[in-house]
Each structure stands twice: as structure tokens, then as C-alpha cells.
């Protein structure tokens, strides 16, 4: 099922605010728009629900570091050349190239990524072994979503997965709430923040039961039996 659209987002807020869709007005839409941005966002890096497989870029045989792809926020697995990579944080690449960093002649395949700085902002992944040869970088990695408010129309899919994508108008009520300063806008502002931070952890649980699978939630390696004057507890 594809995801659920602004549109649809709007239709939900508009009827808990008692407010007709509008372009001017107490809660506009391009105001509304931003909730729902920043509201994506959160879930995103709060839950890891945008999650990716792409090929970030081929390396050039000889050259550590790369520019960050846009929208990169954390990564869940690499690998070059279908072999794995293993991230180490920028000290550990320091202590690897004995302080060379990218003087460093080391090359051959590489066994780390480290990543230095932000996507979008000169953020860049560098490799220890410097690449021997060109092949591609492949990761799974949880992204920023990328349609930003200024291009939301009504059709405007939402870059999160359908599931969750009712739980976005607690977020944007909070926020829409919160401008009507008054005794009732601060309590409907409470109440869907409390809301909006449960729906969160709902998100969370679920994305956990999801990437378990069909895994035990705990697995034990070794029955312990104690044993005692009183025989084996």
C-alpha cells in the first residue's frame, strides 16, 4: 500500500481543528506543511523508519574520501565490492593510518569506513585501506526524508511507511495547537503532544519487532542451575 499524502494529513488536522482548507488564516497551509515536514523527520531519526539500499558511489582507485550522499543520516551496513566494511570512528582512523590520515599510501581493500562531519555540509566517508581498485559502495542506511515543504502538494506522498502515517496529525496539532494561546489551545497542545510521543514509541516497538523478525526476543546460551545445601535451585 503506498504511503498516506499531505492531503490526506491536512483533511485529519483540518477536521480536529473545525478549520476548512484554506490558504490564509489562523493555520495556513504552507504553516501546516512545515508540521508535517519536521513531524516525518523526527519519526525518521527517532524510529529508523526511512530506511534505504543504494549504491552510494563507486570508488576511484586511490582516493579515501567522498563526499556524503545527501540525505545520509546514520548507516545500518556497507559494503565494497559485496564485501563488508566495518565503521570506526575518526580517532580509530587516526590510530589505523598512525596519524597520516589522508597522507596515508595504505591501499588494498578496505576493511573501515569513518565518517567525518554531515551530509550536504562537506561531510565526507573516508576508507582505511585507501580503495585498490574501483568498485561500488552499496549501503543500507536510514535517510532524511527529501521533499521538503516548499514542494508539498495535496498528492505529496509522505516518506514514511503507511502504517504510521496517521500518527503525523498528533505532531502537527501539537504545533497548531500551541499558536492558539488560550486555556483550551494549551490544553489540545498537551494532549496531542502526550499523544504524539506515545505514537513515537509505539514506532519504535514495532520497528524493533519488525527487523527481529522471527528471531526469540531472547535467546539463552546456557541453562544455570545453582547449587545449594539445599540442593540444585
Known sequence: ???????????????????????????????????????CVEMALDCSVTQTRTTLFTTVTG??????????????????DTQKVSPIDFTQFTRETSNEGTSSVVSGAPNYYYIFGQAGLSGIMGFQPIPDKSAPVVAYYIRIPDTTPASYTSSTLLEIPWEYGHLIQNYVLWKAWNKEHSAEG????????????????????????RLRGDRFKV???????????????
Open 219 to 233: 535467546v539463552k546460551d546456557v541453562d544455570y542451575y545453582y547449587n545449594t545445601n539445599y540442593g540444585i535451585l
Open 1 to 39: 500500500m503506498s504511503s498516506m499524502t499531505v492531503g490526506e494529513v491536512l483533511l485529519r488536522v483540518r477536521d480536529q481543528l473545525g478549520e476548512s482548507s484554506i490558504t490564509t488564516g489562523f493555520w495556513q497551509d504552507n504553516l501546516l506543511h512545515r508540521y508535517i515536514y519536521d513531524a
Open 63 to 80: 582516493t579515501r574520501e567522498y563526499s556524503l550522499t545527501t540525505g545520509l543520516f546514520k548507516v545500518m551496513h556497507m559494503t565494497w
Open 186 to 209: 494549551s490544553r489540545q497542545s498537551a494532549d496531542n503532544r502526550a499523544m504524539w510521543q506515545d505514537g513515537l514509541a509505539r514506532v519504535r516497538r514495532m520497528q524493533q519487532e
